[in-house]
């Protein structure tokens, strides 16, 4: 079993900054990656970005070059630094934590709201 909880998200203006964090317990060594995901009012939730254990990371292109997700395997921590926020941003930033020990399963965070004005 794998928990996750997300923290950081609030208001911000358009072109401000928010990092996100991610704080995994449990079963945590049985975690293959990380991902960040986000839901907007009327949209389906979408990919946002994602960390695998060789560190390698992947963006949506929709936030290539604003947004980074990093790391703290000390800590059992994922971050997701938003950097150029834009109204379009608004949702709700779920956590998500891959595991394949026996079988692939998904965990996921309560989610953490972001709201960017103009």
């Known amino acids: 079993q794998v928990q996750l909880v997300e923290s950081g998200g609030g208001l911000v203006q358009a072109g401000g900054s928010l990092k996100l964090s991610c704080a995994a317990s449990?079963?945590?060594?049985?975690?293959?990656?990380f991902a960040w995901y986000r839901q907007a009012p009327g949209k389906q939730r979408e990919f946002v970005a994602s960390i695998i254990t060789d560190g390698s990371t992947h963006y949506a292109d929709s936030v290539k070059g604003r947004f980074t997700i990093s790391r703290d395997n000390a800590k059992n921590t994922v971050y997701l630094q938003m950097n150029s926020l834009k109204p379009d941003d608004t949702a709700v930033y779920y956590c998500?934590?891959?595991?394949?020990?026996?079988?692939?399963?998904?965990?996921w965070g309560q989610g953490t709201q972001v709201t960017v004005s103009s």
């Open positions: 998500n934590a891959v595991s394949f020990s026996y079988s692939r399963r998904d965990y």
């Open positions: 449990g079963s945590t060594f049985s975690i293959s990656a």
